[in-house]
């Protein structure tokens, strides 16, 4: 296909879009064209009103033919918008995209420089031969093809992890699934109800825990975290840490005898400190795996329910194992955390028995959570009558959250309505200051229980919130649409607290992903590739991207198996030669540039570095760590380098 | 040269942006004296957002006691605490004063501090 080619001489064609008006409003796209063409190797220049249109692209695709073109600088808006879209169009023309490249005069000109416009056109002019600089001396190669793992790994057992696990396994992959607690189900499985359908959470998520533990395609590693992730797309080397469950799942009967033996007892983090639970416990009797497990930390190693357990299915002395598995894709759904309640000390949690935070309350309404469905005050166990929910308790706060959590509001108004169903002469008090209800049926779930008699919605912030002598809580706030302050008492008080990213920075850096601002895994397009990341092959889902509820959840981690298995239905894939070369002539052999490359993708070998051009990512790490300048990125070498810089500043 | 209009001049002193506020009401939530003003904290900020230069008349700016709680605890940085502050300025730079020591009881009796400190408040 690139035959036709003749790429001795350079014959560069220069095509400067216009955006509309964004960018020639204040860039004068007709000078820029008319400078390029006394660009040295520039053989035609021309500009057009939209070149990512039909008629823009065929513009260039003429030109390449008949100008007999080798190379195509487009000069329009940034390379992620519209790499892509140009690499076509010059591919279609018989030219290689290794001979194109297309430079910002948009997000770097017009938009940022609005102000100037002569210095824009100037600037726009500089960016346009600095890249006829470095396209002029760039080289042909032939594409390196990389075989691709036919195999997942999914980092995360909540719902979202669950889902793009079983849509991979039911599509034939291999799937391994890691889950850092004894058992998969995460958030959801402690939730009562889900809004706005008022369906049993744990009747919606436990027959998906199932089909996780009983499907074929999928490998379960409990009690499990990634340590530790090498290699690229198509092809990632993991190490996973699993740690002793001490009671073997194929064995394990669940008749608890040995957790009516065990002596130990500690605080039960599933219903979140509301009721104990002993140092060998079965987290839920949903779990999967369906066992029990020994709380390493916890275990006192007394022997007692070695003693007791009629199958022999406990053994003290299991050690912890690392798992390496090889996997050609990842998908990250580690889900959330609540934000930490006891950095809001003015509404007392973590001081007073009865002030809750929303996932304790969730406990409350279970049926078959710490206290039977009975909504009660912690402290005392007396019946709760008076409930206040406190919404945005951190979130939209520059001191807290800044960000807006989403799913609270919503909440919020789903557990006011459990409690009222429970308690049908209670009151509920709930302090907002919006009530956020975009979704399907969301704003029709939140009319129906303002129509609660007994829910009252007051438009304002609480104070504080304290204790008084006879273990009541005093809650004070302003309701801003009376401009009236309000004093109530109260059984309970529930913060709807906001989400923050479960999300460990060691695992960031082995993925090599980046997260906001917050901490939460950053897409690559909020709006085009939601579920990608900065890295080819790793892909996110959930809530570890940004708060959303259960649907959101379920339809980003659809979205992410899928694109993982764009992936992994391929034989190979090819990768851009775009890797470091070594100069044997130059090379002394000192090593430097193995220590530098951080994908361990140079060895030496009979004294010269050798690079392995599938492990070579093209980062140039390595390029300014060779004394003798023996190494070079293609197409981005030293002397293309002198010469963008000397195009940048004029001079020929 | 147009001069400066009142509410530019209480955004300047004060250095914070009241455009800001969302009408949380937590100012007003956390005031010691909220029970005692003709118009909330929160109310303030917004008369100030809609560019209402009646704000000098208001009373409560003189009720607050300078604690800063909201300031501590805005959401958003408002501040209303420093709003309020440049609004007394405003009004004391025209040179009306809000303490009259005549009427103080007692003057004799007063602690040496609690003068300066009022005087610094309430008079221009």
Redesign the interface.
């Known amino acids: 296909m690139l035959d036709g080619i003749d790429y001795s001489e350079p014959r560069i064609g220069v095509f400067v879009c216009h955006c509309g008006t964004n960018i020639a409003a204040v860039v004068d796209v007709k000078k820029v064209v008319e400078e390029a063409k006394k660009l040295p190797g520039v053989v035609h220049a021309e500009d057009y009103m939209y070149m990512c249109s039909g008629i823009g692209q065929q513009l260039i695709i003429n030109a390449i033919r008949e100008k007999k073109l080798n190379g195509v600088v487009v000069a329009a808006c940034t390379p992620s918008l519209h790499y892509e879209t140009f690499a076509r169009a010059v591919e279609s023309a018989g030219l290689s995209r290794q001979r194109y490249k297309i430079v910002s005069i948009r997000e770097y000109c017009s938009w940022v420089h609005f102000h100037d416009r002569k210095r824009a056109t100037e600037k726009a002019i500089r960016i346009v031969a600095a890249a006829v600089a470095e396209i002029r001396d760039n080289k042909v190669y032939e594409p390196i093809r990389r075989k691709v793992i036919k195999k997942a790994l999914v980092i995360g057992g909540g719902i979202a992890g669950m889902t793009a696990a079983l849509d991979l396994a039911n599509a034939g992959i291999p799937v391994i699934l890691v889950e850092k607690e004894p058992t998969i189900g995460g958030k959801m499985i402690q939730l009562s109800v889900t809004f706005p359908t008022l369906d049993c959470a744990q009747c919606t998520i436990t027959p998906r825990m199932a089909e996780v533990g009983k499907h074929p395609n999928i490998k379960l590693y409990t009690l499990s975290e990634v340590i530790d992730v090498s290699g690229h797309i198509g092809n990632f080397h993991v190490k996973i840490r699993k740690k002793p469950r001490m009671v073997d799942p194929e064995e394990c009967r669940l008749c608890g005898w040995c957790a009516n033996a065990c002596p130990v007892e500690v605080i039960n983090e599933f219903t979140r400190g509301l009721s104990k639970r002993k140092a060998i416990y079965l987290p839920f009797p949903q779990a999967v795996p369906a066992s029990f497990v020994i709380d390493e930390e916890h275990c006192t190693r007394c022997g007692m329910c070695v003693k007791v357990c009629p199958v022999n299915a406990i053994n003290l002395d299991e050690k912890e194992e690392i798992i390496e598995e090889d996997v050609g894709a990842i998908i990250l759904a580690t889900g959330y955390d609540l934000y930490d309640g006891r950095k809001l000390p003015?509404y007392g949690y973590g001081i007073y028995k009865n002030v809750i935070d929303s996932l304790q309350f969730e406990q409350l309404i279970v049926p078959s959570g710490p206290t039977k469905g009975r909504i009660v005050r912690i402290s005392d166990g007396k019946p709760a009558k008076r409930v206040v929910f406190i919404q945005?308790a951190g979130q939209?706060?520059?001191?807290?959250l800044p960000y807006c959590s989403k799913i609270c509001c919503m909440y919020v108004a789903k557990e006011a309505l459990m409690f009222k169903s429970k308690v049908p002469d209670g009151e509920a008090y709930i302090f907002y200051?919006?009530v956020r209800t975009a979704g399907k049926g969301y704003e029709e779930f939140y009319k129906k229980v303002q129509e609660i008699p007994g829910v009252k919605y007051i438009?304002?912030?609480?104070?504080?919130v304290w204790e008084d002598e006879n273990g009541d809580l005093i809650v004070?706030?302003?309701?801003?649409l009376t401009?009236e302050?309000v004093k109530i008492r109260a059984d309970l008080v529930v913060l709807a607290l906001g989400m923050i990213p479960n999300l460990d920075k060691r695992l960031v850096e082995k993925l090599k992903i980046s997260t906001d601002e917050y901490g939460f895994a950053q897409e690559v397009h909020p709006k085009l590739k939601p579920v990608e990341t900065e890295i080819g092959g790793v892909y996110i889902a959930g809530a570890v991207q940004g708060p959303k509820d259960i649907s959101e959840s379920v339809a980003q981690a659809s979205a992410a198996a899928s694109k993982a298995l764009q992936l992994l239905t391929k034989d190979e894939i090819e990768k851009e030669p775009l890797i470091a070369e070594v100069d044997r002539e130059r090379c002394d052999g000192c090593g430097l540039c193995v220590a530098t490359c951080p994908y361990s993708a140079i060895k030496l070998e009979d004294g010269y570095a050798r690079v392995d051009e599938i492990a070579c990512e093209g980062c140039g790490m390595c390029v300014p760590s060779c004394p003798t300048g023996a190494i070079n990125l293609r197409n981005m070498t030293n002397k293309q380098i002198h010469e963008i810089i000397k195009a940048v500043y004029g001079v020929r | 040269m147009v001069e400066e209009s009142v509410i530019d001049k209480i955004i300047r002193i004060s250095g914070r942006n009241p455009n800001l506020c969302y009408q949380c009401g937590m100012c007003t939530a956390v005031c010691p004296m909220a029970e005692f003003m003709d118009v909330k904290p929160h109310q303030i900020v917004r008369l100030v957002q809609m560019g209402r230069e009646d704000v000098l008349n208001i009373d409560a700016v003189w009720v607050c006691a300078s604690c800063m709680a909201c300031v501590d605890r805005c959401p958003r940085d408002v501040g209303p605490g420093i709003i309020f502050e440049a609004i007394r300025l405003v009004s004391l730079r025209r040179g009306i004063d809000k303490l009259d020591y005549k009427a103080v009881e007692e003057i004799e009796a007063a602690p040496t501090l609690a003068l300066v400190t009022a005087s610094r408040k309430y008079t221009g």
């Open positions: 003015e945005c939209r706060d520059v001191n807290h200051i919006d438009r304002g912030r609480v104070g504080k004070t706030g302003i309701d801003t401009g302050t």
